[in-house]
């Protein structure tokens, strides 16, 4: 009789150590899979009151949520993916994420959000990715990424973003940050020192497309760097990259592609504190002499200098050519510069004491000598006046008919002898000097 009794305490405890409590009960109108809880397109209006701790991914995404009360995820310790698109959030109240520490993912992209405030992201200081794409967000405050020292990729694309708190974000600050993207925004005027101050990791995946910039030397810079070491954020959106002539949006022009708006700029970037690149272009004809000076934010005498070029590598003091030559304080001479030395030239000082270096980058321009057309346009002219000088004589300087002038005898009609190679000359020389005439005039105009 004992032993029939035995089976009854075993398995109460085996059910107790199998099926989870009611805080773990699964709600109806979600799906519960292992560590995973979807409750996607179910019509919710407010967060379910019971949900399984254990999960370490949940999706609310395709709901009508519109608040979140605060600690609303502090019974589900192990969270990590929490997807909230498509909803209906305009703000997030403060504490929403109290206790909740361990999310690493969060998609708030799709909603009606208007301005990110300083204390949403409090304490998620293991969050890795932050989506907040496809909102109606004008504003980010100052302080919103503080302490999200663990954040990898932040998209804000497809927002109203006219300001940006790039200042806020640093090495020590955002050690692994390398993907930034604000594009389809509204920003026409960045602080362009904070984003060149920015760590070479968060520029290099920094998306800027597609906003409202107003073409400036300082904006142009920054891009030039940028196109210039293959940045896949310019490389693969080049035609989306424009910025406004004057502020004029309808005057908008693709840099990237036709930079002759910029000719003239130079420019000051900083690379890494306190070292400086100075950017600068240079234009001449073929046959001038060019001097490339190597100023950069370094000083002293104590300095060496490097000048490396895309068209003739390493230029060294060794190099065999006498209309090269390199100067103690860095400055590279050309003395008659031919078309093939186009090209950029970056020069390297550096200061071996400090363990500093800064680099001058110059792009050089050979042009080919504007055509002389004085000298054919001067012989067509005169060809044409010495034509017309002959037709005159030919045609009112008639033979004498006075009485007592023998008259002679009948005369054939005359035929006017040319040589029609001369005469197509003429002509073939007054057509081309025309068409040389409108080319510089274009060219004129474009200048």
């Known amino acids: 009789m004992t032993s029939g009794l035995r089976p009854g305490p075993l398995l109460l405890l085996l059910l107790l150590l199998v099926l989870p409590g009611s805080e773990e009960a699964c709600p109806s109108i979600c799906l519960c899979v292992s560590d995973t809880v979807s409750c996607s397109s179910s019509g919710l209006t407010k967060l379910p009151l019971s949900l399984p701790s254990s999960s370490i991914t949940l999706d609310l995404s395709h709901n009508y949520l519109s608040w979140l009360f605060p600690g609303s995820f502090k019974r589900m310790p192990r969270l990590e993916n929490l997807r909230m698109a498509h909803n209906q959030f305009v703000s997030l109240g403060l504490g929403v994420f109290r206790n909740a520490s361990g999310l690493r993912h969060l998609d708030l992209s799709s909603n009606k959000l208007q301005v990110v405030e300083q204390h949403y992201f409090q304490g998620l200081w ?51 940050l390398s993907m930034l993207d604000l594009s389809s925004n509204r920003m026409s005027h960045l602080p362009w020192e904070d984003v060149k101050a920015l760590p070479g990791l968060v520029q290099r995946g920094l998306y800027l497309h597609n906003n409202s910039l107003i073409c400036d030397c300082s904006m142009y810079s920054v891009f030039w760097h940028w196109d210039l070491r293959g940045y896949e954020s310019l490389v693969d959106f080049v035609d989306e990259h424009t910025c406004a002539v004057y502020g004029n949006p309808r005057a908008s022009i693709r840099f990237l592609r036709h930079s002759r708006f910029f000719r003239n700029c130079t420019v000051e970037k900083p690379v890494s504190l306190p070292v400086t690149v100075l950017l600068s272009h240079v234009v001449v004809t073929e046959g001038e002499r060019v001097r490339l000076d190597c100023q950069t934010s370094l000083s002293g005498t104590e300095l060496s200098f490097t000048w490396l070029s895309t068209s003739k590598g390493h230029i060294t003091n060794t190099i065999n050519d006498t209309l090269i030559s390199l100067f103690a304080n860095g400055t590279l001479e050309i003395r008659a510069t031919e078309v093939n030395d186009t090209g950029l030239y970056v020069c390297t000082a550096a200061d071996i004491k400090q363990s500093l270096n800064a680099t001058r980058e110059v792009n050089v321009t050979v042009l080919l000598p504007a055509p002389e057309s004085f000298n054919t346009g001067y012989t067509t002219l005169l060809g044409c006046v010495v034509t017309t000088i002959g037709v005159l004589a030919y045609l009112y300087m008639t033979p004498c008919r006075c009485r007592y002038c023998k008259q002679p005898g009948p005369q054939a009609i005359p035929v006017a002898t040319y040589d029609p190679s001369g005469l197509t000359s003429v002509f073939s020389t007054s057509m081309r000097d025309h068409h040389t005439i409108q080319a510089r005039g274009v060219h004129g105009a474009d200048g």
């Open 126 to 176: 293991r969050l890795e990715e932050l989506l907040l794409f496809n909102n109606k967000i004008t504003q980010v405050e100052g302080g919103t990424l503080s302490g999200l020292s663990s954040l990898k990729k932040a998209y804000f694309s497809i927002n109203q973003i006219t300001d940006f708190p790039f200042f806020s974000i640093r090495d020590h600050s955002h050690p692994f």
